[in-house]
C-alpha cells in the first residue's frame, strides 16, 4: 500500500461526506475539503527541518483528516523517520468521524511497515472550546489546519474564550489560527491554508498581531486564482497558505510564491522577500504579497490623500438604525440616499429601482448627511469576481437634488474638509481608483474584498498636477479600457497595449 494512498483515502472520504450536505449546510459548517496536492504542498514544508524521536502532529479541525495523512506520509518517506507519531484530529460534525477512524487504522498500517509506532486520538468535540485550547500550552510539534470559514457574534462562547484575538465581528477561522500559535513546542511549525481576509483591515489586527508575536513567518502561498485551488468545491475564496515557526527567532525574510492553482504548485518560483516589505512593522501588521508579475510603480510616489488635504470616510447612515427616516419616493422633503449598488466604475446612478433610495432631510438626519458637493465615492466591498478591487465614481456637485445627500455605510467618500475638489481633481482621483495599476497595488496589501478607510489613507499618489491632468482627459461614462490608456499615458507617458486590453 503507497503511503499516498492515505491521502487520496482521507480525500474520497471527505468529498463523499461532503456531497451529502446542502450548500447551505457547507456554508453552516465553513467545511471545505483540501486537495490531495495542496495537502501534500503543506506538509512538505510543515516538518520541522529536525525532530526527536517523537512527533506530535494536531490538526484542530480535521474534516476527513487529509492535511493529518499527509503530515504523517510526508514523515514516514523520510529517511529516518521519527519513533513515534501521536497525531490528535479534532472534528465537530460526527458524520466524519467514522471516517476518520478508518483512516486512523490505515496510517497504523502503514507507520507498522516503517517500523514506527503511530497512535492516533480522534476527538469528536470543538476544538476552540477543548482544554488544550483553553489551556494555552504547547501540545503538538506540527499543527497543520484547514480550519472552518464563518463568522460568529463577539458573544460567542468560542469569542469570549479567546477575547484576546477578538476584534468586531470575529470570524472563526481566525480564532483558529491565534490560538494554535500559543501550542507549538519551541520549534514546532505552524501551516494554515485560510482565505487571504485575515493580513487586512481591523477584524483581524488581534489576530494577526497575535500571530506575529508568537511565530516567525517562514514562507507564505497565495492562490491567484479564486476558482482553482478548492478544485471540487464551487467556492469563490482568495486563499493562502502560511507557514510559521514557534519561538523562533524573527526571519529578516520571508519566501513568498504564488500559483493559479493547484495544477501547478511543482512550479512555483520563489521570492526571498525582506519580511518588513511583506508585514508592516506598524500597529496595523497588514500582509502585502507582492506576486512575481507585481512590479509597483507606486513605490516611487511619496504623496497621500492627507498630502492635498484630503480625507476619506465611510458613509454615515447606518440603515438599520435610520431605517424610519428612510423612504422609497422622493419628496421635497427628501434628498438622494446612495447605496453602493449606485456606484458604478466612473458614474453614479441614482434611482435604480432599489428600495428606500431616498432619506428625510430634517434636524433629526443633518448630522448623518453630507453637502452635496463634489467627491469621489465608492464601494466599500467590490463583487468576488469583479474586474477590479475598486468600483469608484466622482460625484459632482448638484449632480443629485438637493442641499445634502445620504451615504449609506457600505459606502466610502473622499472630500476636502472645509472645501470640495475640483472637477478634475474628483475625476482624476476617481479614474486613479479604477485603473489598473491601483488595482494591482490593493491586490497585493488587501486581502479580501473590501477595501477600507485605512487602506485608502495609506495609498501612494503621484502629483496632483498628475492627477489633475488625468481628470481632465476623462471623458462622460468612460469604460475601464479608456481609464486605463488615460492613466498609463499620464504615469508613463505610453500606452501599454496589453494592460488595458
Not at 3 to 15: P, T, Y
Not at 158 to 173: E, K, L, S, T
Amino acid at each position: 500500500m503507497a503511503q499516498g494512498d492515505a491521502v487520496e483515502f482521507a480525500h474520497s472520504g471527505g468529498l463523499a461526506a461532503t456531497k451529502r450536505l446542502t450548500r447551505d449546510e457547507q456554508k453552516l459548517l465553513g467545511q471545505f475539503m483540501t486537495p490531495p496536492a495542496v495537502a501534500k504542498f503543506m506538509a512538505r514544508n510543515a516538518i520541522p527541518r529536525t525532530f526527536g524521536p517523537i512527533v506530535r502532529i494536531l490538526d484542530p479541525g480535521a474534516g476527513s483528516g487529509v492535511l493529518a495523512a499527509a503530515v504523517v506520509a510526508e514523515l514516514l518517506s523520510r529517511p529516518a523517520p521519527p519513533e513515534q507519531i501521536a497525531v490528535t484530529l479534532f472534528e465537530s460534525d460526527e458524520r466524519l468521524v467514522p471516517m476518520l477512524r478508518r483512516l486512523a487504522a490505515r496510517l497504523r498500517h502503514l507507520a507498522r511497515i516503517r517500523g514506527v509506532a503511530l497512535s492516533v486520538a480522534v476527538r469528536h468535540e470543538d476544538f476552540l472550546l477543548s482544554r488544550e485550547a483553553l489551556s494555552r500550552k504547547s501540545v503538538a510539534d506540527v499543527i497543520i489546519a484547514n480550519p472552518p470559514y464563518f463568522k460568529i457574534s463577539a458573544r460567542d462562547p468560542r469569542a469570549v474564550a479567546h477575547a484576546f484575538a477578538v476584534y468586531g465581528q470575529p470570524n472563526i477561522y481566525g480564532l483558529f489560527m491565534a490560538v494554535c500559535a500559543d501550542l507549538l513546542a519551541p520549534g514546532g511549525c505552524w501551516c494554515f491554508i485560510t482565505p487571504r481576509s485575515w493580513t487586512n483591515g481591523l477584524y483581524f489586527r488581534a489576530v494577526r498581531r497575535h500571530i506575529f508575536r508568537a511565530l516567525s513567518i517562514n514562507a507564505m502561498h497565495l492562490f491567484e486564482s479564486r476558482r482553482n485551488h478548492f478544485t471540487d468545491d464551487k467556492i469563490l475564496q482568495e486563499a493562502m497558505i502560511t507557514w510559521g515557526t514557534a519561538h523562533a527567532a524573527h526571519s529578516n525574510h520571508i519566501l513568498v510564491s504564488s500559483s493559479a492553482g493547484t495544477r501547478d504548485l511543482d512550479t512555483v518560483k520563489l521570492h526571498r522577500l525582506p519580511a518588513s516589505q511583506v508585514i508592516d512593522t506598524g500597529e496595523t501588521h497588514a500582509v502585502s504579497l507582492p506576486t512575481a508579475d507585481s512590479a509597483n510603480p507606486l513605490s516611487e510616489w511619496n504623496a497621500t490623500l492627507a498630502t492635498y488635504g484630503l480625507r476619506v470616510s465611510t458613509g454615515p447612515v447606518v440603515a438599520f438604525r435610520a431605517s424610519r427616516y428612510l423612504r422609497e419616493a422622493s419628496s421635497d422633503q427628501t434628498v438622494p440616499l446612495l447605496w453602493m449598488q449606485h456606484i458604478k466604475h466612473m458614474c453614479v446612478e441614482w434611482p435604480i429601482g432599489k428600495k428606500r433610495e431616498c432619506i428625510l432631510a430634517n434636524a433629526n438626519t443633518a448630522w448623518m448627511l453630507v453637502p452635496n458637493i463634489n467627491l469621489v465615492v465608492m464601494r466599500r466591498f467590490s463583487p468576488k469576481e469583479d474586474r477590479r478591487r475598486v468600483t469608484a465614481a466622482p460625484y459632482l456637485s448638484g449632480q443629485l437634488h438637493g442641499p445634502v445627500i445620504g451615504l449609506e455605510n457600505h459606502t466610502n467618500y473622499i472630500f476636502r474638509p472645509g472645501g470640495s475638489l475640483t472637477t478634475e481633481e474628483a475625476k482624476g482621483v476617481a479614474a486613479l481608483l479604477n485603473s489598473a495599476v491601483v488595482d494591482r497595488y490593493l491586490r497585493n496589501i488587501a486581502g479580501s474584498t473590501q477595501v477600507n478607510a485605512t487602506d485608502l489613507r495609506r495609498l501612494p499618489l503621484p502629483s496632483m498636477e498628475t492627477i489633475q491632468a488625468i481628470g481632465r482627459r476623462i471623458p462622460s461614462r468612460p469604460s475601464l479600457q479608456e481609464v486605463d490608456a488615460i492613466v498609463q499615458a499620464e504615469l508613463f507617458g505610453s500606452v501599454d497595449v496589453a494592460e488595458v486590453a
